[in-house]
């Protein structure tokens, strides 16, 4: 028989102690800690014939057969996109992010747009608040199934009696089993009914969707086997302040994590941005001071996007540096290579740099396009709007290559661009014909392009 345990959990990130402490030494949160309810099965020797199935044995990997996994079409390109194609049947999806960000409208638009059978399990919201959003999202489907529920064993009940072909859990976090003896939410019960999912998802090969809850450092919610445990880990990003959102693959065991989707949030739900740089440059009448376009790169999809700068004069006697959308030290990194390598003298004035839309961009390549966009602003000269960048800088002051140049250009050519700015040192497969390739190896190089 199961020989049952209490133990200590970190609620912030799941940490196990033997005994109360104030502070969790793996987070450093103070009174977290909380008593839990486990229980552990009597340990068997892995010599035992009942852990080892008959017939089992260790094969050659060439003589593996390899089969391409099926996959379901959730009907919306962007979602199927990061998942690499489509749900996999008998896999484990985690969706995580902010509250309020658009996680069960996503999933419940997706839930109504699908041609398969459907069960949307809700913890968390009633059938009538379900319906209003239905509603208004302006989707309906009869092959949708509704059910409030937060107990496990009626959700299997529930999903016995009606054979869905996909599962969606909003959220994990309120769910609960009666194997352990905890509260919803709690360390043990997330990884029990995750546990349980898994196990549902694998035998009877539905895929299941799960939505999951973060902390306040942005981590998903619960223990960090959590993730180790579905297949699928997924994030919805973006500001609320703004209307897009980004959905990008943090773990795909079917697919890379390098693709992301872009949507829009709307009165009637999220649309799918299919052509995401056309919206994220803004359309001006005249040329303006301290704009300039750079060619990035989300995950595999390029982008183009409008980098603002404006240099004034500091008031007070210490300077002012602000970025949105952009790392506040390699800002600090690039002034100081401008007044150290090119003469720039910004040390007494104040720098504001702004990545419209409202994305927040990694990319080292819009390095060009960042000093370019201040060094605009500072002499009050307008970039022209048919010329765009995409070349990372050093500390030298040199124009170092950047890596998928090819789909950048194609990226700039397709949207009008007749110039593209580059270092010398990146080798190019083709030159193209409908866009001109300008290379240069250091920054006063591209002073002289431009001024």
């Known amino acids: 028989m199961a020989k049952t345990k209490t133990t200590f959990f970190c609620q912030n990130c799941g940490a196990q102690f033997p005994k109360w402490v104030g502070k969790c030494n793996s987070c450093n949160e103070w009174n977290t800690i909380v008593e839990e309810v486990i229980q552990r099965e009597e340990k068997v020797s892995w010599k035992s014939e009942s852990t080892v199935k008959r017939g089992s044995k260790a094969i050659k990997l060439k003589e593996i057969t390899a089969v391409n996994e099926e996959r379901i079409n959730t009907c919306n390109h962007e979602l199927n996109r990061v998942l690499g194609g489509g749900l996999v049947k008998g896999s484990v999806v985690l969706l995580g992010g902010e509250p309020g960000i658009g996680k069960s409208t996503l999933l419940l638009q997706i839930a109504l747009m699908m041609d398969n059978k459907v069960l949307y399990v809700s913890g968390e919201e009633s059938m009538t608040q379900i319906k209003l959003r239905a509603d208004r999202l302006k989707k309906a489907n009869d092959n949708c199934l509704i059910l409030t529920e937060t107990k496990t064993y009626s959700i299997f009940k529930s999903a016995e009696e009606n054979l869905p072909e996909v599962i969606v859990i909003d959220s994990i976090q309120t769910?609960?089993?009666?194997?352990?003896?905890?509260?919803?939410?709690?360390?043990?019960?997330?990884?029990?009914?995750?546990?349980?999912?898994?196990?549902?998802?694998?035998?009877?090969?539905?895929?299941?969707?799960?939505?999951?809850?973060?902390?306040?450092?942005?981590?998903?919610?619960?223990?960090?086997?959590?993730?180790?445990?579905?297949?699928?880990?997924?994030?919805?990003?973006?500001?609320?302040?703004?209307?897009?959102?980004?959905?990008?693959?943090?773990?795909n065991r079917f697919g890379s994590t390098a693709e992301l989707g872009i949507y829009e949030m709307l009165h009637t739900g999220l649309r799918e941005v299919e052509n995401p740089s056309e919206i994220l440059i803004s359309e001006k009448d005249e040329e303006l001071t301290g704009t300039s376009i750079a060619a990035t790169l989300e995950g595999m999809r390029p982008l183009m996007i409008e980098v603002q700068a404006l240099v004034s004069s500091a008031v007070y006697g210490t300077p002012q540096r602000s970025c949105t959308g952009f790392n506040i030290k390699r800002l600090n990194m690039l002034l100081a290579v401008l007044e150290k390598r090119a003469g720039f003298r910004l040390g007494a004035k104040d720098v504001f740099l702004n990545i419209a839309g409202g994305l927040r961009v990694e990319d080292p390549s819009i390095d060009l396009a960042v000093v370019c966009a201040v060094l605009s602003s500072n002499a009050e000269i307008s970039i022209p709007q048919n010329i765009c960048f995409a070349a990372e800088v050093g500390l030298a002051g040199e124009i170092r290559a950047i890596s998928r140049v090819e789909q950048r250009i194609q990226e700039a050519e397709k949207l009008g661009f007749e110039r593209i700015v580059l270092s010398k040192f990146n080798k190019l497969m083709k030159n193209p014909s409908g866009i001109e390739i300008i290379k240069v190896s250091k920054i006063e190089e591209v002073l002289k392009v431009l001024f």
């Open 175 to 251: 769910l609960h089993t009666e194997m352990i003896e905890a509260s919803p939410g709690s360390i043990s019960q997330i990884r029990e009914t995750t546990s349980e999912l898994i196990k549902y998802a694998k035998e009877t090969n539905t895929p299941v969707i799960l939505i999951g809850h973060i902390t306040k450092e942005g981590n998903i919610a619960g223990p960090k086997i959590l993730e180790h445990m579905v297949d699928v880990v997924l994030q919805f990003e973006g500001d609320r302040n703004h209307t897009y959102r980004i959905l990008r693959a943090q773990k």
